[in-house]
């Protein structure tokens, strides 16, 4: 069967997922079906159904399951949001337009993802810039710097960033992985690497300890620093920049722990967030995140049944417990499994593409999406300290939103081919 025989079939068997939260939302409100509602899962099916007809005519061979599991993970953040926020889930319909356009646009121009090697100083440049703008012209919100207000816009430059730097890093280890991987010394059977190969880790080890001191940010800090170590390992196949990576990171999370209150204050809610003294005021959203879970059980109490709502911001940070709450153990876990069949299929692209850049583009991309789902659902559980990141397409919020399908777009691109296929067409 052909790749978008099998894509659109894939999408058949998605589609009926908002229909079916619709019409179980408005029996758990009203006891009836509300017609007016019904905008909701006509809109959703018709912005994939575009995106794939736009497909079999741009890309006929790219990999079939991206757009099917994408589809998958927005009809849920779109039911979810609709339960919990009716007046975001209609922004957040808004900004998937925008973002489906936008991943069609990229797919029709970029004929030839290869060319991006060629600009990878710039947009390692516009990256930093968008990553760093807050610090001067960004609004603290909930005690991160991590915004820029438009008019009645608010954007989030770290989303867009991370595709600029998750570029840079694949066409730069690309063009290195030689000189890296083969130099060094080896020590007691363990390949140390040389020290002036060491400068890359130890910049992007600076920039996510900036990002901690005056962004307050702790998760795209862990996100930035965990992707380039993620490209750098699979670029040289060398554990050893992992473990230097690794002790730099817990030796810069010691240190700033001691340094400010604010990274203090979040280790301190993961380590006890029962702690009578801050379970109603710091620990109060992961307490009642642990709260959801239990209550959810196995099963979940059914949608429009828990009450996920009393969490402050869970349709941005606590998303992931509102899910758990109300389908259970079996939704939460139904959730990570089609993050890992995106990832899954990410890294297939990466070990199908013929050229260097592409197998690092296609990984560096694959660890966004991998490493800000695990960070987060991670934080919610409590199994590592909160962060304030998104849910990769589930969670509300219009730059990442934007910035995923771009990413999906960009893998979708590697996944057809390389500049021989590009010269096809």
């Given at each position: ?163 600029l730097l998750a570029v840079f890093f694949a066409a730069y280890l690309a063009e290195r992985r030689e000189l890296i991987a083969g130099a ?123 009450n996920p709502d009393i969490i402050p911001y869970v349709e941005t940070d606590f998303v992931y417990a509102s899910v758990g709450e109300e389908f259970g153990l079996a939704g939460a876990v139904a959730l990570a499994l089609l993050y890992l069949i995106f990832c899954g299929r990410g ?79």
């Amino acid at each position: 069967m052909k790749p978008r025989w099998k894509e659109a079939l894939l999408l058949a068997a998605a589609l009926p997922i908002p229909f079916l939260g619709w019409v179980s939302l408005d029996l758990a409100r009203e006891d009836r079906v509300t017609a007016g509602n019904l905008m909701y899962p006509l809109v959703l099916s018709g912005l994939f159904l575009l995106a794939h007809i736009s497909l079999r005519y741009l890309r006929p061979e790219a990999d079939p399951f991206l757009l099917p599991t994408t589809a998958i993970l927005c009809f849920t953040g779109m039911v979810m949001l609709l339960r919990l926020n009716p007046h975001m889930s209609r922004l957040q319909l808004i900004w998937l337009g925008v973002a489906v356009f936008l991943m069609v646009l990229l797919v029709a121009l970029l004929r030839d993802w290869s060319v991006l090697e060629r600009y990878r100083y710039t947009l390692a440049l516009l990256g930093l810039l968008l990553l760093f703008s807050t610090i001067v012209f960004g609004k603290e919100v909930n005690g991160a710097r991590l915004w820029l207000v438009l008019g009645p816009v608010r954007l989030q430059p770290s989303e867009l960033a991370k595709i600029l730097l998750a570029v840079f890093f694949a066409a730069y280890l690309a063009e290195r992985r030689e000189l890296i991987a083969g130099a060094g010394r080896t020590l007691l059977g363990f390949h140390l690497p040389r020290p002036r190969d060491l400068g890359p880790l130890l910049t992007m080890w600076a920039l996510s300890l900036l990002l901690l001191i005056f962004q307050r940010d702790l998760g795209s800090s862990m996100l930035f620093f965990g992707i380039f170590l993620a490209v750098i390992y699979v670029a040289t196949g060398r554990l050893a920049f992992v473990i230097v990576g690794l002790v730099l990171f817990l030796a810069g999370a010691v240190l700033t722990f001691f340094l400010f209150d604010h990274v203090r204050t979040r280790v301190d809610t993961w380590l006890d967030p029962l702690n009578p003294e801050t379970v109603n005021d710091e620990s109060y959203q992961i307490a009642q995140s642990l709260f959801a879970f239990a209550s959810g059980g196995l099963s979940g109490t059914g949608l429009g049944r828990g009450n996920p709502d009393i969490i402050p911001y869970v349709e941005t940070d606590f998303v992931y417990a509102s899910v758990g709450e109300e389908f259970g153990l079996a939704g939460a876990v139904a959730l990570a499994l089609l993050y890992l069949i995106f990832c899954g299929r990410g890294l297939r692209i990466a070990l199908q593409c013929k050229e260097d850049f592409g197998k690092l583009l296609a990984v560096s991309l694959t660890a966004v999406v991998g490493l800000q789902s695990f960070v987060i659902m991670a934080g919610v559980t409590r199994l590592l300290p909160l962060t304030g990141i998104t849910l990769p397409f589930v969670s509300y919020g219009g730059s990442s939103l934007v910035s995923n399908f771009l990413l999906v777009g960009l893998l979708l691109c590697v996944s057809e081919g390389g500049p021989e296929h590009a010269e096809e067409h």
